[in-house]
T-cell receptor, first 112, second 114 residues
Framework: LAKTTQPISMDSYEGQEVNITCSHN???????ITWYQQFPSQGPRFIIQ???TKVTNEVASLFIPADRKSSTLSLPRVSLSDTAVYYC?????????????FGKGTTLSVSS | GAVVSQHPSRVICKSGTSVKIECRSL??????MFWYRQFPKQSLMLMAT?????????EQGVEKDKFLINHASLTLSTLTVTSAHPEDSSFYIC??????????FGSGTRLTVV
């Protein structure tokens, strides 16, 4: 599994856009990129996933350059409730029995 | 996505006793479930992969005789912490993978051993 590197922590203010970049230099051709959010004392929650270019859903956007060696999670206009740990993971596709291996994640703190 | 129910959400037990944590897949038949442990301010650490109808696969360093996993049906996996000690106090999380929409996790169980 490709190793990921992301900032340990980030600070932001309400209403700002937050971009969290993750590097995954050893990503394989069949791997896709997925991001999860975790609040204290809760299980991780899926945010977004993608293979290449740009993916957008109702809560975030994911930007993946052509070489796929990095990805950026973009959270538009964050609020206090977005304070959480965000995990970037690289996952082989089509392997149902493969567990997610979590790195340290990025602790995002949003202030008013 | 799939719905995963984990019970209990929190439990306090005395040192030396055993505690069972249940993980249910409510709308998906999961042949594989994953168990994680998370200590304060740390990331999730994979403990074992639970396989329906067969033995679980444990990660290196995880004592299989201490953390008993039973996956007797496609919707239920249990983790029993035997002879619990204070160092076993942690947040335990189960998860499943569904090809269609990725991984879904339970809400976790906070175990405190006193």
């Amino acid at each position: 599994l490709a190793k990921t590197t992301q900032p340990i922590s980030m600070d932001s203010y309400e209403g700002q856009e937050v971009n969290i970049t993750c590097s995954h230099n050893n990503i394989a051709t069949n791997d896709y990129i997925t991001w999860y959010q975790q609040f204290p004392s809760q299980g991780p929650r899926f945010i977004i996933q993608g293979y290449k270019t740009k993916v957008t859903n109702e809560v975030a956007s994911l930007f993946i350059p052509a070489d796929r060696k990095s990805s950026t999670l973009s959270l538009p206009r964050v609020s206090l409730s977005d304070t959480a740990v965000y995990y970037c993971l690289v996952v082989p596709s089509g392997q149902a029995g493969t567990a997610l291996i979590f790195g340290k994640g990025t602790t995002l703190s949003v202030s008013s | 996505g799939a719905v995963v129910s984990q019970h209990p959400s929190r439990v306090i037990c005395k040192s030396g006793t055993s505690v069972k944590i249940e993980c249910r897949s409510l709308d998906f038949q999961a042949t594989t479930m994953f168990w994680y442990r998370q200590f304060p301010k740390q990331s999730l650490m994979l403990m074992a992969t639970s396989n329906e109808g067969s033995k679980a696969t444990y990660e290196q360093g995880v004592e299989k005789d201490k953390f008993l996993i039973n996956h007797a049906s496609l919707t239920l996996s249990t983790l029993t912490v035997t002879s619990a000690h204070p160092e076993d106090s942690s947040f335990y999380i189960c998860g499943i993978k569904r090809d269609i929409d990725g991984y879904t996790f339970g809400s976790g169980t906070r175990l405190t051993v006193v």
